[in-house]
């Protein structure tokens, strides 16, 4: 069994995921059992999430792609987005069991249309784990994105796979940022307490997609897990979230 943890370095000529004199636009730390009116569901599953303990916990089955017009419980603002630039943060926690979940962001129309920061851990089919940070954009069909790969890990068996994951890494931080046409997703992984071989804590982007138009008019915020071929069939996801927060400069 090999093990390998790259963290990649940052590409600063991109970055521009600073929220340095920030104004909170919206905040949600998913306090009391239920959640807040600001949010409304589309296709709702009421048995697959829960709001406890200033926690939103979404759980998927597996082979649930990442889809913002057909995921089950896509949590997306009643409210308009803001004009000018913004910056949406995500605080999240995996324990993961498919080694295949990811976390999307954005802003959506209809049609599944949309600009999205995705933070997702992806299982090839020769047993390598490795985790993403991407920004994607869909319209009308047609895609385009840029990757930014954050670390791999390689074993054959899930648990320990898993293992690697949580033994070095405490939450995840995943950002999407809006600075005049230009879009950028970035990323953070907290290390965990004690972790030897943990990330450094540091923000991460991705090259930025330009949108000439508004690519959605709300913010989204989704959770899936898609199979590969070393995952369990029949398994299930899940992830804990502890805040989201919109910044307007």
Same mark, same amino acid.
């Given at each position: ?6 963290? /990649? ?8 995921? #600073? ?55 896509? /949590? ?33 129309? *209809? ?5 999205? #920061? ?35 890990? *390689?074993?054959?068996? /899930? ?24 879009? *950028? ?48 069939? #029949?398994?299930?996801?899940?992830? *804990? ?9």
């Amino acid at each position: 069994m090999k093990n390998i943890w790259l963290a /990649l370095g940052m590409l600063g000529c991109f970055l521009f995921t #600073g929220t340095a004199n920030a104004e909170v636009w919206f905040e949600d730390q998913f306090e009391g059992d239920e959640l807040g009116a600001d949010w409304t569901i589309r296709n709702p599953n009421e048995e697959n999430y829960l709001v406890e303990n200033g926690v939103l916990t979404i759980l998927v089955p597996d082979k649930t792609p990442g889809n913002a017009e057909k995921t089950p419980n896509i /949590l997306m603002l009643k409210r308009p987005a803001p004009k000018g630039d913004w910056t949406m943060t995500v605080h999240f926690r995996f324990n993961p069991q498919t080694m295949s979940e990811e976390l999307w962001t954005g802003l959506a129309k *209809e049609g599944g249309n949309g600009l999205f #920061g995705i933070f997702y851990l992806y299982t090839d089919n020769y047993a390598r784990t490795t985790a993403y940070v991407q920004t994607f954009k869909q319209i009308n069909g047609k895609s385009s994105k840029f990757d930014n790969n954050l670390f791999w890990i *390689e074993s054959r068996n /899930l648990q320990t796979r898993s293992k690697i994951w949580t033994d070095n890494v405490e939450a995840v931080e995943l950002r999407l940022s809006k600075k005049g046409r230009r879009y *950028e997703a970035a990323v953070r992984l907290l290390p965990a307490s004690g972790a030897k071989n943990g990330p450094k804590g540091e923000w991460i982007p991705t090259r930025p997609i330009t949108s000439l138009r508004p690519p959605g008019d709300r913010f989204v915020l989704f959770f899936a897990s898609p199979s590969s071929g070393y995952i369990p069939k #029949g398994g299930e996801a899940l992830v *804990e979230i502890d805040w989201v927060r919109i910044e307007t400069p």
